[in-house]
């Protein structure tokens, strides 16, 4: 067997259809606030009901359609497989420095840093933003962040599109390079909008992008305290922004229920909790209930620094994504609920995502692997290392990090007695150090392009 295979569950059957009938109700009874009388016009075409205040009802019968669409369509379903897991960059507003414990609001320089640093990153296979830039103009912080990605990086990457000005030179870049955009619509829990993300979702739509959705409802303030209500509010936000991608763009997106719960004690967001472990679980099974991929915020820790309970968090809540069949985790780098973005993190997620992939694979058995032959001849008291066997099958059955430590105590004191946020440290130092004079990834032709529509946006703003 070459993938752990695992079927856990946390909702029964019963209880699973009681969430789904308050989903369709939620949906038909109370509806979603839909601030864009185009989108409305055009889902009111497709059966649903425009009530006043632009709230639109998904009826029933039109929802159970919709799920059917979803079920019916050749899109990847969940399956029993634990899934691989990669890692993503969620743009923040902060860069936070360990070593010193500040923070600081994010540069661009900032970003052409973790640029470089993402080459070196095997499971962060898209060099996304990792701040805003303070130190370009908000309307277009957007556009220059996706330009400067796409002149030094080998990897696609984005950013989150920011606003409607941003996506039309968002929009020129990538239609320069022959790219497809990318666009997150996100929910205002409870069950609502904001007027210019559903413009934005709009404008990509009719350009050919790919639109995803993720809410972020939080269980106690946004969303009822309970894990079930927070569940059933979540996946009926869900399942309406499911229906108006379709009606934009003919897509069917992932289910992503990116929920929380939020800390009695001070209300903030709670990104670490063990409610995200259960989180995960019912979202692949409500995923797998509607016949598609789903994903959920786990891998995500409360902890501002890399510490035990970072690694703890972040570990139990990305295994049982994983054995859940979950395509997809929360972003990776993040310095507490979204209280910065470090490097140093984001160089400790890329090996820890290894180090579970590894798992998650699992183990090859065959006449070669166990390799009864060289069991026999080495016999009774001998010793493997210098086999032939062990050299062929070294690389595969052993799993090597620089990031985390194998040594004894003599020899890791020897070595100076380094945590794994100092070897963190060190390997950002080595691989981005000469990130100011990197080389662009695309000819100059290319570049001067792009830098004539960055120039065209600025000179908008200013």
């Known amino acids: 067997m070459r993938r752990i295979k695992s079927n856990i569950e946390v909702l029964s059957q019963n209880e699973l259809m009681l969430i789904h009938d308050t989903v369709l ?13 185009e989108l409305l016009e055009m889902c009111r075409q497709r059966g649903c009901v425009v009530k006043g205040g632009q709230v639109l009802s998904f009826p029933k019968k039109v929802m159970e359609e919709h799920i059917n669409n979803m079920r019916a ?12 897991l990669y890692g993503q960059i969620s743009t923040q507003i902060t860069l936070v420095d360990y070593t010193t414990k500040t923070r600081r609001y994010g540069l661009r320089d900032d970003n052409l840093k973790g640029i470089m640093l993402c080459e070196h990153l095997k499971n ?10 303070s130190d370009v103009p908000y309307d277009i912080a957007d556009a220059v962040t996706i330009a400067d990605i796409q002149k030094y ?8 599109i920011l606003t409607p000005i941003g996506a039309k030179y968002v929009q020129r870049i990538n239609s320069l390079l022959g790219l497809k955009s990318g666009y997150l619509l996100e929910v205002i829990s409870p069950l609502s909008y904001k007027a210019d993300t559903l413009e934005m979702a709009l404008y990509f739509a009719k350009h050919g992008g790919a639109i995803s959705v993720a809410p972020m409802a939080m269980s106690g303030a946004t969303a009822p305290i309970t894990v079930s209500g927070t569940l059933a509010l979540e996946a009926a936000e869900v399942l309406g922004s499911s229906f108006l991608v379709h009606v934009m763009s003919g897509q069917f997106p992932v289910f992503g229920m990116s929920c929380h719960s939020s800390d009695p004690r001070t209300m ?3 990104f670490g909790s063990p409610n995200q472990a259960l989180f995960a679980v019912a979202t692949a099974q409500i995923a797998k209930y509607y016949g598609v991929q789903g994903g959920c915020n786990t891998a995500l820790t409360d902890a501002l620094m890399p510490d035990f309970q ?4 972040k570990g139990v809540t990305a295994a049982l994504s994983s054995i859940s069949g979950l395509c997809s985790i929360g972003c990776q780098g993040i310095v507490g609920a979204d209280q910065g973005f470090s ?23 065959t006449k070669e692997s166990i390799g009864y032959d ?8 001998g010793n493997f290392l210098g086999e032939e066997h062990t050299m062929e099958f070294l690389r595969d059955s052993y799993w090597m990090s620089e990031i985390f430590g194998r040594y004894d105590w003599a020899n890791w004191l020897q070595d100076g007695g380094k945590t794994v946020l100092e070897r963190a440290h060190e390997y950002v130092q080595r691989v981005a150090s000469g990130y100011a004079n990197m080389e662009p990834a695309l000819d100059a032709d290319t570049c001067k392009e792009l830098d004539k529509i960055v120039a065209d946006a600025y000179r908008e703003v200013t």
Request: overall charge negative; proline content about 6%.
């Open 374 to 381: 060289t069991i026999k001849d080495v016999g009774i008291m």
């Open 343 to 365: 490097y140093e993190q984001l160089v400790i997620d890329n090996e820890w995502i290894d180090y579970l992939n590894y798992i998650t694979a699992g183990i090859e058995v």
């Open 25 to 37: 109700k939620i949906l038909d009874e109370i509806g979603m606030k839909v601030p864009n009388d």
């Open 268 to 270: 903030l967001c709670s």
């Open 73 to 84: 369509a050749s899109i990847p379903k969940i399956g029993d497989d634990a899934h691989k």
């Open 310 to 313: 970072g690694g703890f968090e």
């Open 153 to 160: 990086s080998t990897k696609p990457g984005g950013t989150y």
């Open 124 to 133: 962060i296979p898209f060099t996304n933003a990792a701040v805003v830039p």
